[in-house]
């Protein structure tokens, strides 16, 4: 407070025109403002702008991983067709037939749950009748310009013994939009994470490679698997 009054005093005390006997650089090296200065026994500071307190505590970010993911849940009927199909028990050809080979899982249309896509799927049952080639028709079920999740119930030999394994698919195509990649790729742990116990994941970007079986073939098991769906590869 001092301060401020003496320089007050020496401000007021100034002559009200320029003196020829006073140079001008006198009066512009006087201060037009006080100086910032903290008021004693204070903690407080005049901020200065452009600049952030040294002694104002930064809130660090709240952001973690988890609240980068998409927030989508998975529908429980996505869980119930994992279940059927994993669970090998024996039941009659009725119920075999009815069993699913293979499905596609997509987002609802607010974009909020993971739901069995209607009528992307096939049976055991139309193997042999209406379908010829289960993976082939299991290739032409995806879309060409958006992204799909999918479980295919994999049939094939090796040289030792016949096996079925369930491949968990996440379909990226280049032609999918942008936003559609971003939101089933940030969703893609969450439907994983109910199928538990699965050994196998292929993400596929475009139909050359899921085409060509033999890519399917080395996921399963490489240089051991000789024949894919009664195909010999």
């Not at 003496?6 to 090296?29: E, G, I, T």
Request: proline residues 8%; positive net charge.
């Amino acid at each position: 407070i001092p301060f401020l009054l003496q320089w007050s005093l020496r401000v007021s005390s100034l002559p009200l025109s320029l003196s020829p006997s006073l140079p001008p650089s006198l009066f512009l090296s006087l201060p037009l403002s006080p100086p910032s200065l903290p008021l004693s026994g204070s903690h407080s500071q005049i901020a200065v702008p452009g600049e952030i307190s040294r002694n104002r505590p930064q809130t660090p970010s709240t952001r973690s991983p988890d609240n980068m993911a998409s927030g989508v849940t998975v529908n429980e009927e996505v869980i119930r067709v994992f279940n059927d199909m994993k669970v090998r028990k024996s039941s009659s050809s009725d119920e075999v037939k009815k069993r699913k080979k293979a499905v596609l899982f997509c987002l609802s249309e607010d974009k909020k749950k993971i739901i069995v896509e209607e009528g992307k799927q096939i049976l055991v049952g139309d193997i042999g009748e209406s379908v010829e080639d289960p993976y082939a028709c299991f290739v032409k079920l995806l879309p060409l310009n958006d992204c799909r999740y999918g479980l295919y119930d994999a049939t094939y030999e090796t040289k030792e013994s016949k096996k079925e394994d369930l491949v968990f698919v996440f379909w990226a195509p280049e032609g999918a939009p942008l936003k559609s990649k971003m939101i089933y790729a940030s969703s893609k742990d969450a439907i994983k994470k109910k199928f538990t116990g699965i050994k196998h994941e292929w993400q596929v970007n475009g139909l050359d490679d899921i085409q060509d079986r033999t890519t399917l073939a080395d996921k399963l098991g490489g240089n051991v698997v000789v024949s894919l769906e009664g195909r010999p590869l």
